[in-house]
C-alpha cells in the first residue's frame, strides 16, 4: 500500500509560477512510476505528466509541455511538479498518482492517488 499527499497548490496570477509536491509513504517509492493529472471543473480528470521510476523519463501533455517539469527525489520519496508561465486554464485540482507496473498516461493503470491539491490561477 502506498499514500499519497500533495501540497504547494493555492492561488497565482497568470504567468506565476508553482511547484507542487507529493510525498509517498508506504511501500518502496523508487519502485513506482509517478503521474501527474488534474480534473477542472465540470471536466474530466486528465493526464498532466509522468516519470519513471529512475527520474530519466519524463513525458508531457502538450498542454503544459515546454511550462512544467516534473521530477522525483527517491531519497525523499516525493515527487515535484514545477509549474511555470501558469494559465488560468491551467486551474484544477492536481492529484499524484503511482503506478506499480509502467509509466504512462492512462489513469487506469495507476494504482494509488492522493487526495488532490486545487490550483487556481487567476486572470
Known amino acids: 500500500q502506498v499514500q499519497l499527499v500533495e501540497s504547494g497548490g493555492g492561488l497565482v496570477q497568470a504567468g506565476g509560477s508553482l511547484r507542487l509536491s507529493c510525498a509517498a509513504s508506504g511501500r518502496t517509492f523508487s519502485s513506482y512510476a509517478m503521474g501527474w493529472f488534474r480534473q477542472a471543473p465540470g471536466k474530466k480528470r486528465e493526464f498532466v505528466s509522468a516519470i519513471d521510476w529512475s527520474g530519466d523519463n519524463a513525458y508531457y501533455a502538450d498542454s503544459v509541455k515546454g511550462r512544467f517539469t516534473i521530477s522525483r527525489d527517491n531519497a525523499k520519496n516525493t515527487v515535484y511538479l514545477q509549474m511555470n508561465s501558469l494559465k488560468p486554464e491551467d486551474t484544477a485540482v492536481y492529484y499524484c498518482?503511482?503506478?506499480?507496473?509502467?509509466?504512462?498516461?492512462?489513469?487506469?493503470?495507476?494504482?494509488?492517488w492522493g487526495q488532490g491539491t486545487q490550483v487556481t490561477v487567476s486572470s
Open positions: 498518482a503511482a503506478d506499480e507496473s509502467r509509466v504512462g498516461e492512462n489513469q487506469i493503470d495507476y494504482n494509488y
